[in-house]
T-cell receptor
C-alpha cells in the first residue's frame, strides 16, 4: 500500500470555482502533513502546513481528519494562476520512516477563463 | 529565485557515459536531498545528507553515486545508466534534518538516457 494516495485528476474548473482535493495516508501515527505546489516543469514549493485544527491562508484552507486518515485542500475563488499540480506530503514517524517525507503523486488542477 | 541551483538543467546521455549533476544552495542550510521524479509517479527520495554526512540511501542502485563535499554543494555522479533512469532529478535543502518539511527545491535536471 502506498504511503500517500491522491486522485491524480485532472481537475478542470472555471475561474471563480471552488475546488477540493483529498489525500489519504496509510501510517496512522504520522504527525506532520503539508501541501506542496508544483507548476508545470518547475520544482515543488511548500504551499501550506496542515494542522488538526485546520488552517486557512487566504483562499486556501487545509484540513486534517485523523480518524479517516485524510487531508484536504480547498481552494475558493479559483484563479488562472492556481493551475498547477498539488502534492500531498506526509512525514513518517517511526523506524525507517522517521522524519522522511512521503509525497503523493499529485493532483493536477487547470483553471480556465 | 536562486536559493537552490542545479546544473545542468537538461542532460542527454548514452548508457555508457559518465556524467555528474551539481546542486548548490545559498540558504545556509545543513541538510540536502536528491529526489527522482518520473512521469506519473510521486517524488522518490534517493539520498539525504545532514551536515555533510549521508544519513539515508533509499535503496538506490550503485550506478548513482552522491557526493557532498560541504554543506552547500551536492553532486550526483551517474555511470552506466539505463533508459528507465530518465527522469527529473531534483535537489532540495532544509535547515537541517529535523526541519525537512520546509524543503527548498532546485529547478531540477531533466535527464534523458538513450
Amino acid at each position: 500500500r502506498k504511503e500517500v494516495e491522491q486522485d491524480p485528476g485532472p481537475f478542470n474548473v472555471p475561474e471563480g470555482a471552488t475546488v477540493a482535493f483529498n489525500c489519504t495516508y496509510s501510517n496512522s501515527a504520522s504527525q506532520s502533513f503539508f501541501w506542496y505546489r508544483q507548476d508545470c516543469r518547475k520544482e515543488p514549493k511548500l504551499l501550506m502546513s496542515v494542522y488538526s485544527s485546520g488552517n486557512e491562508d487566504g483562499r486556501f484552507t487545509a484540513q486534517l481528519n485523523r480518524a479517516s486518515q485524510y487531508i484536504s485542500l480547498l481552494i475558493r475563488d479559483s484563479k488562472l494562476s492556481d493551475s498547477a499540480t498539488y502534492l500531498c506530503v506526509v512525514i513518517g514517524d517511526r523506524g525507517s520512516t522517521l522524519g522522511r517525507l512521503y509525497f503523493g503523486r499529485g493532483t493536477q488542477l487547470t483553471v480556465w477563463p | 529565485e536562486t536559493g537552490v541551483t542545479q546544473t545542468p538543467r537538461h542532460l542527454v546521455m548514452g548508457m555508457t557515459n559518465k556524467k555528474s549533476l551539481k546542486c548548490e544552495q545559498h540558504l545556509g542550510h545543513n541538510a540536502m536531498y536528491w529526489y527522482k521524479q518520473s512521469a506519473k509517479k510521486p517524488l522518490e527520495l534517493m539520498f539525504v545528507y545532514n551536515f555533510k554526512e549521508q544519513t539515508e540511501n533509499n535503496s538506490v542502485p550503485s550506478r548513482f553515486s552522491p557526493e557532498c563535499p560541504n554543506s552547500s554543494h551536492l553532486f550526483l555522479h551517474l555511470h552506466t545508466l539505463q533508459p528507465e533512469d530518465s527522469a527529473l532529478y531534483l535537489c532540495a535543502s532544509s535547515q537541517d534534518r529535523t526541519l525537512q518539511e520546509t524543503q527548498y527545491f532546485g529547478p531540477g535536471t531533466r535527464l534523458l538516457v538513450l
